[in-house]
C-alpha cells in the first residue's frame, strides 16, 4: 500500500491534517501550538521512519539530521521576535514609544480609520519591503495596540494587510531568491513572474485592506470613509505595480519603494482630510477615555502654567525669552498636586495665556495616557501623571519637555524636526538600516551576507561547523548528510541589525529618561521567548521534514505536489495557491515557500502546456496569503504584545479575509491564464 503515490500522499498529509485539526479555529478552544506543532512533526517523523524506508530516504539518519536542521533553523525566527520585543521595550522605557502614539493620535485626530491605514498599511508595507520574515506584523500590531486599539484585533488587522505586499518582501526575496532553484527558469524570467504576482496583487489591493480595516473599524465607519481606504491602497499598490514594469532589478523594491511612497501620500491625504470624515462629533477632554482600557479619574487642578515674563516662584529665577513657559505657584483656590517632573502631548494652539494642569486623584501606570481635547497627553512616572485642562492652548504647539520650573518649547521648524527625530529615531532608524542592509547596489548586504573568508571545525559526525568574516555561522554535511546544511546569518537577519543596535542606541540617545536599565529590558524581552521557542522548534522540524529526502529520492513536499497535479489536470489551476499557502503557513515564509513547491509549479505547468511563470505568480500570490494564516507571524506578534491567546483564534479571525484573497486572485489568474496569450503560452 505505501508504494503507491495515492497511499504516500495520504500518509503524507496525515500530520497536516491533525494540525489544521486541533488549532480548531473554529471552536471556542483551541489546542496551543507548543503541542500541535511538535506532535504534528513527530508523526510525520514516525510515519517516514516506519512506512516510507527507500522510497523517500535511505538511512534514518536522513530524518535525523532534517530534524537536527529544524530545530537550528528555529534561530532566525527567534532572532527576529527577540529585537521586535526589544525594540518596543526600549521605545517604552524611553518614551518614545507614548510620544509617537500623541503624535499620531494628533496627525489623525484620533480618527481610527486614518490610524489603521497609516500604521497597519502604511508603515507595515514599508517594513514588508525592507524586511518581511513577519516582522511588518510585530512592529505595526504593538503601535496600533499602544494607540488604543484593541490587540487581538491589531494583530489579526495587521495580518491580513501584509499579505498584500508579501510577494516582494526583503527587497523582493520571495521571487528572485524563492524561485532560483526552478529549473530552466533563471533571472530572466524574474521580471515576468513579479509582472503577473502584482497584477494578482493590485486587484486584491482593492478589496483585502477593507476587511482588516473592519476588524477595528465598525463596517459604517468604513463605507463612510471608502473614498479615503481606496486611496490608501492605491498609494501604495500603484507605486508598486509600475516598478514591476520598471528594468530589471526595480520590481524587488516594488513593496519597500511602494510603501514609502504610498506612506508620505497617506500622510498628505490625512494631513488634509482628503475623503476623510469623522466617525463622531469632537468630543470634550472630561468625555474622552484613555486607550488600553484604562478607567477614567476624577481631576482636579494642581499648577498653573504661563507665559515666563517675571520671576519664577518656584525656582526663584529670572527670565525674559518668550519661547519659556514656566510653572507658577497655584492660586489660592487651587489645591497644589505633586511636583510636575515630564509630560508629552499634542499641544496645538497659543490663544489663552495661562494653562490649567490636572492630575488623577489615583496613582496610574507608568506610560499611561490621559484624556484631552486636541488628543492624549502622556505622563512618565506614575508620581507625575498629568492630564492637560481645556485651557492647554496656552501652551506650545508641539510635544514639549515639561520640567521643574519651567517648559522648554522648540516653536521654530527646526525645534521641531529635532524633537521628532530624536524620539520616531527608533522607527526611522530600523527602517534605514534595513534599506542599506537589503539593497545589493550598496554593497553592505554582500558584506553582511559573504560566505568566505571563513574559519571552519568539524564536529565529528555532527557535521562541520563554521563561521565566516560576516559572522555567518554553518553546519555543514549534518550527521555525515550531504546536502543538508544550517546556515545563520547573524548580521543579516533582521534582530541584531536593525534592532539591537537601534535599540543600544536609543537607550544611549535617551539615557535621562530611561526608565529601566538597560540589562532589565533585556531580562524582560528574554523572558517573554520561552512559549514561542517551543512552537517554533515543532514548525520548523515539520517543515525540514516534508522538504528532506536522500540524495535521489523525491521528498514528501515533492510527491503532495505531484500527485495532486498528476490526478487534477487542468484543476492544478485551483491549487496551485493552496500549495503556496500551505508552504507559508508552516514556514512563516513565502521564500521557503517558493523555494519547496517552486519546481512542483513548474513540473504542472509544463505537463499541462502552460506558462511556467503562470503558475509561479499564482504560487507566489498563494504564498502571501498564506502569511495571514501563518502560525510563525501569529505567534511572533502575540508574544510582542504578551498575549495569552490560542493560535486558532487568530486564524479563525484571518480565514475569510485570505478566501477573499484567494477567490479573487484565482478568478483574476484563471481567466488570464486561459483567455490570454501573454498567460496561458509557454515561457
Request: charged fraction near 10%; charge should be neutral; aromatic fraction near 8%.
Amino acid at each position: 500500500m505505501a508504494n503507491s503515490p495515492a497511499a504516500q500522499t495520504v500518509f503524507y498529509l496525515a500530520p497536516i491534517a491533525f494540525l489544521l485539526a486541533t488549532l480548531k479555529p473554529w471552536g471556542k478552544h483551541g489546542v496551543p501550538s507548543q503541542k500541535s506543532l511538535p506532535i504534528s512533526a513527530l508523526l510525520l517523523y514516525l510515519i517516514r521512519l516506519v512506512l516510507m524506508r527507500g522510497i523517500d530516504y535511505d538511512t534514518p539518519n536522513v530524518l535525523h539530521a532534517a530534524i537536527v536542521s529544524g530545530l537550528l533553523d528555529v534561530m532566525t525566527p527567534v532572532s527576529i521576535i527577540f529585537g521586535a520585543i526589544l525594540l518596543f521595550r526600549t521605545m517604552s522605557e524611553t518614551q518614545c514609544m507614548s510620544w509617537v502614539v500623541a503624535m499620531l493620535h494628533d496627525l489623525s485626530s484620533q480618527h481610527p480609520v486614518a490610524e489603521v491605514m497609516l500604521i497597519g498599511w502604511g508603515f507595515g508595507y514599508i517594513v514588508e519591503g525592507a524586511s518581511g520574515f513577519g516582522t511588518p506584523v510585530a512592529l505595526a500590531a504593538p503601535i496600533l495596540a499602544e494607540l488604543g486599539h484593541d490587540p487581538i484585533k491589531s494583530v489579526v488587522c495587521c495580518l491580513i494587510m501584509n499579505g498584500i505586499p508579501n510577494p516582494f518582501g526583503a527587497v523582493g526575496t520571495p521571487v528572485w531568491f524563492g524561485f532560483s532553484a526552478v529549473a530552466g527558469h533563471g533571472d530572466t524570467y524574474f521580471p515576468v513572474i513579479a509582472q503577473k504576482t502584482q497584477t494578482l496583487v493590485l486587484v486584491c489591493t482593492l478589496v483585502v485592506p477593507f476587511t482588516a480595516v473592519m476588524v477595528l473599524v465598525p463596517p459604517k465607519v468604513c463605507l463612510r470613509n471608502a473614498g479615503f481606504i481606496v486611496l490608501s491602497c492605491l498609494a501604495c499598490g500603484v507605486p508598486s505595480y509600475a516598478l514591476t514594469w520598471a528594468p530589471n532589478p526595480l520590481f524587488e523594491f516594488a513593496s519597500l519603494i511602494g510603501g514609502i511612497v504610498g506612506f508620505a501620500l497617506i500622510m498628505v491625504l490625512i494631513y488634509n482630510r482628503v475623503l476623510l470624515f469623522p466617525d463622531h462629533p469632537p468630543k470634550s477632554a472630561s468625555s474622552c477615555r484613555p486607550p488600553g482600557g484604562l478607567r477614567q479619574c476624577d481631576l482636579r487642578p494642581a499648577m498653573v502654567i504661563r507665559r515666563a515674563n517675571s520671576v519664577d516662584k518656584l525656582s526663584q529665577e529670572t527670565t525674559s525669552t518668550n519661547d519659556d513657559w514656566v510653572i507658577e505657584a497655584p492660586p489660592a483656590e487651587v489645591t497644589p498636586g505633586p511636583t510636575m517632573d515630564t509630560a508629552y502631548g499634542p499641544l496645538q494652539t497659543y490663544g489663552m495665556e495661562v494653562a490649567i494642569v490636572m492630575t488623577r486623584d489615583q496613582p496610574v501606570q507608568c506610560d499611561s495616557m490621559g484624556p484631552h481635547q486636541h488628543g492624549w497627553v502622556l505622563f512618565g512616572r506614575p508620581e507625575i501623571a498629568r492630564m492637560m485642562s481645556d485651557a492647554e492652548g496656552a501652551l506650545p504647539c508641539e510635544p514639549s519637555l515639561v520640567s521643574i520650573g519651567r517648559v522648554e518649547a522648540r516653536k521654530t521648524m527646526w525645534g521641531r524636526l529635532f524633537v521628532a527625530a530624536e524620539n520616531t529615531f527608533p522607527i526611522w532608524g530600523c527602517v534605514v538600516l534595513l534599506i542599506l542592509t537589503r539593497v545589493r547596489g550598496i554593497g553592505l548586504k554582500q558584506a553582511l551576507t559573504a560566505e568566505e573568508p571563513y574559519a571552519e571545525v568539524s564536529l565529528g559526525r555532527l557535521g562541520a561547523f563554521r563561521v565566516s568574516a560576516s559572522l555567518s555561522l554553518f553546519l555543514r554535511d549534518i550527521l555525515a548528510q550531504p546536502g543538508i546544511h544550517w546556515r545563520f546569518q547573524t548580521l543579516y537577519v533582521p534582530a541584531v541589525i536593525p534592532f539591537v543596535v537601534i535599540s543600544l542606541l536609543t537607550m544611549a540617545l535617551h539615557r535621562n529618561r530611561l526608565q529601566a536599565s538597560p540589562l532589565a529590558i533585556f531580562a524582560q524581552t528574554a523572558a517573554r521567548l520561552r512559549g514561542p521557542i517551543i512552537a517554533l522548534a515543532g514548525a520548523m522540524a515539520l517543515v525540514n521534514l516534508l522538504r528532506r529526502s536522500s540524495e535521489g529520492l523525491v521528498s514528501p513536499a515533492t510527491k503532495i505536489g505531484g500527485t495532486l497535479s498528476r490526478g487534477l489536470g487542468v484543476g492544478w489551476v485551483v491549487v496551485a495557491p493552496v500549495l503556496g499557502a500551505l508552504g507559508s503557513f508552516f514556514s512563516g515564509s513565502t521564500t521557503v515557500s517558493n523555494l519547496t513547491f517552486g519546481d512542483i509549479q513548474r513540473v504542472a505547468a509544463e505537463q499541462l502546456g502552460f506558462s511556467v511563470s503562470s503558475f509561479l505568480a499564482l504560487q507566489c500570490m498563494g504564498g502571501a496569503l498564506g502569511n495571514m494564516i501563518c502560525i510563525h507571524n501569529i505567534l511572533a506578534a502575540k508574544t510582542v504584545l504578551g498575549l495569552d491567546v490560542p493560535e486558532g483564534e487568530f486564524i479563525k479571525k484571518t480565514a475569510v479575509p485570505a478566501a477573499v484573497y484567494y477567490m479573487l486572485g484565482l478568478a483574476l489568474g484563471a481567466a488570464l491564464i486561459f483567455t490570454t496569450a501573454w498567460w496561458g503560452a509557454i515561457d
